[in-house]
């Protein structure tokens, strides 16, 4: 076992030197070993397909595939001149190392397995608030750049709010009666063209908050016509009795608004939807359909001429209607008044947007009935108004209500953007997450899912944090600490419904750039569906508060069982070059 030496200068004038010893395998990964090596001092291609199926339980690993493992390790020992050149097995430190590879030891499944059939309504799907923000909602640019790292990391809807230009003759997108500086409708249309399906090949859905003249709405409907041309999926019928399924619409971008008969109706009221939502939330979301939602004439009159004017009070059967009607898949709107008077739709199906706020207030008292409006329609929840700094929410309040759309501040950072982060790392990664059966189907009595009602322990999950390591390559040597190496210990978390959710962390290793903790977690959880595992590395620090050494999230549906590596992300949802642990997960 290699010793490094770490040197440390304190007050200008000591030396203090630190010798600390590189990671040897865990007793586990050892008794593993011996096991499936049968005790030799080897294990050969057949025994670690053996360990691979009975341990790891990879059903899916080939013969083919533990003979290429062993080839791959061969040639890196004949390469690097190691150690018996007749040994034609993987030894225990090869071993140990190739517990490290990501490609073969990941957490999660990379490939896209849910059934991707079914309608828009019974996903998650991975959803950006005011995306065209670069940081805080009132006084920073807009630009197309977030939209592109939003596509990127796989966000299926963006959200781009529509205002006049300055002459009134052009489209901008911004943040309206904000100190935000605008970017121009066409330049964001590019861009989405261009990387919407980079990260995932599912629908892209476009909400977009509409301030705008009809005159103005027909040349949106021509421009998002002209750009997207095959792309855009236009609906069958006006007014849809099901969502199209994510299968039947892949690589293809949809539109969802409040249509312009209702923005005509909407002008009798005070209060327009789309200036409430302005007021209320102060972010947007992101992506698969495109919502048009229209303000009243006081939302955008200041700023209209009078030939502008004039346009707004023609009658609905103008051309710029159909055209812009034509484009909608997800016809969209926000209650008025009361909450429980909109979960009873007759008809076709809908898109009604809360904010986190309304959605907490309606749950109590309506809790059940917006369960088994979500089963057909999408909900979409907003961040409230006064996070202007762009913060985020527990998504959870959404999600254990069925809701599809938690949109969120992708420009924002924290732990509840860790947690969207985490679920939408499943499935591939594509952006959509099949929602659990319990809050898609109804019981005998025609009862759905109550999150508030006691619920049994469905399943135990067992996690064990073995060590970690690649700090002394990405970090410089004092920035943990001036005079010596690191203390790092690690949280391990539950997040999901309340009766599931629990903290817990290992014990404090210091003065060491390889810490080995060793200690396993149990966590009996109620309702796995809806539960993410966190996993964060801390610092300690006695005299201020412990510094950040990377964070992980995963929904716990998808964690594959054995030994795992798991690369850690910095605080920004970026991945760590070197830094990762050694876990162990199995479920009971």
Known sequence: MATVTYSYKMFKYFNRT?????????????????????????????????????????????????????????????????????????????????LFLVDFNDALKSQVHHDMNAPLSHYFIYTGHNSYLTGNQLSSDCS?????????????????????????????????????????????LKSI?????????????????DHLTPFLQAKVAEMIAQEFGDLLYYPETDLLTEFPTPESVKGRILISTKPPKEYL???????????????????????????????????????????????????????????????????????????????????????????????????????SDIVRYTQKNIIRVYPKGTRVNSSNYRPHIGWIYGAQMVAFNMQGHGKSLW??????????GCGYVKKPSFLIEQGPDDEVFDPKKPMPVKKTLMVKVYLGNGWSTDFSKTHFDTFSPPDFYTKVCIVGIPADQVNRKTKIIHDDWFPVWDEEFEFPLCVPELA??????????????????????????????????????????????SVKLLMRFQFK
């Open 144 to 188: 197309d750049v977030p939209i592109i790292k939003a596509l990127q990391r796989g966000v299926r809807v963006i959200e781009l709010d529509l205002w006049p230009n300055s002459t009134k003759d052009d489209i901008d997108v911004v943040h309206g009666r904000t100190l935000t500086a605008p970017v121009s409708l066409i330049q964001c």
């Open 18 to 98: 630190f010798a600390i010893s590189e990671q040897a395998p865990p007793p586990d990964v050892k008794d593993a070993f011996s096991l499936f090596a049968d005790g030799a001092d080897s294990m050969s291609a057949d025994q670690l397909l053996h360990f691979l199926h009975d341990h790891q339980l990879e059903s899916d690993y080939t013969e083919e595939d533990s003979n290429r493992i062993v080839e791959t390790v061969l040639q890196s020992r004949a390469q690097n001149a190691e150690c018996d050149s007749d040994n034609n097995g993987l030894t225990l430190d090869e071993f140990f190392r190739f």
């Open 265 to 367: 109706e909407s002008k009798q009221f005070k209060d327009s939807d789309s200036e409430r939502e302005s007021i209320d939330e102060g972010t947007s979301s992101p992506c698969i359909i495109t919502e048009l939602e229209v303000a009243d004439e006081k939302s955008d009159g200041n700023d209209l001429d009078e030939e502008s004017l004039n346009a707004r009070d023609k009658k609905p059967d103008q051309q710029s209607i159909p055209e812009y009607k034509r484009l909608i898949t997800i016809h969209a709107g926000k209650p008025k008044g009361n909450v429980k008077d909109h979960l009873n739709v007759v008809g076709g199906v809908k898109r009604l947007s809360l904010s986190e706020q309304e959605l907490e207030r309606a749950s109590i008292a309506h809790g």
């Open 193 to 209: 063209k261009e990387y919407a399906f980079v990260k995932s090949e599912y629908p892209l859905i476009i909400t977009l908050e």
């Open 419 to 428: 947690y969207m982060q985490g679920m939408f790392r499943a499935n591939g």
């Open 532 to 577: 993410l595992l966190w996993i964060e590395v801390r610092e300690y620090d006695k005299h201020e508060k412990d510094d950040f050494g990377g964070q992980a999230c995963f929904p716990v549906p998808e964690l594959r069982s054995g030994f795992r590596v798991v690369p850690l992300f910095d605080e920004k949802g970026e991945q760590l070059k």
